[in-house]
């Protein structure tokens, strides 16, 4: 609220309810909080003489926050599964989304024999997938 020369006796309501002290000779702004109730709020400024001017103002609700930015497929270096992202404000669950994860690169999962000699030469058969066309090791 800004204004010049508020006296000591002049009051600032917020629907009815008188706000502190609004005499501050070194400032002629003065912030308050508004409460957070949806709504009409009625600020009412009143002098001296006890006139007054009032004029209503509106309070929006607050916007639940939404998630835009995780994409539905991820890649990570853990392993595949669903992993659940969340959005909460003091305990209070506002939004949630779930991620599908995959895994990049070849995955070998068996290798027959399990073992062979050691100086090499031995023929092994290796399974997987997310091979390259022409792949060879």
Do not use: W
């Not at 002629?28 to 103002?57: C, K, N, S």
């Not at 853990?78 to 992202?85: E, H």
């Not at 995959?102 to 399974?127: E, K």
Request: hydrophobic share 40%.
């Amino acid at each position: 609220m800004d204004g010049v020369s508020f006296r000591r006796d002049d009051q600032i309501l917020i629907n009815g309810v008188a706000l502190p002290d609004v005499s501050t000779p070194e400032s002629f702004r003065h912030l308050y909080t508004l409460p957070e109730i949806a709504g009409q709020a009625e600020l009412t400024l009143r002098d001296y003489a006890g006139r007054t001017l009032t004029h209503a103002v509106t309070i929006s609700p607050a916007v639940a926050p939404t998630i835009t930015t995780i994409p539905d497929r991820i890649t990570l270096g853990a392993g595949p599964g669903t992993v659940s992202f969340t959005i909460a404000d003091h305990g209070t669950v506002l939004a949630t989304k779930s991620v599908q994860v995959t895994t990049a690169g070849p995955v070998v999962s068996t290798i027959t024999p399990p073992c062979a000699a050691f100086d090499g030469g031995s023929l092994v058969t290796i399974s997987g997938s997310g091979f390259e066309d022409g792949a060879v090791v």
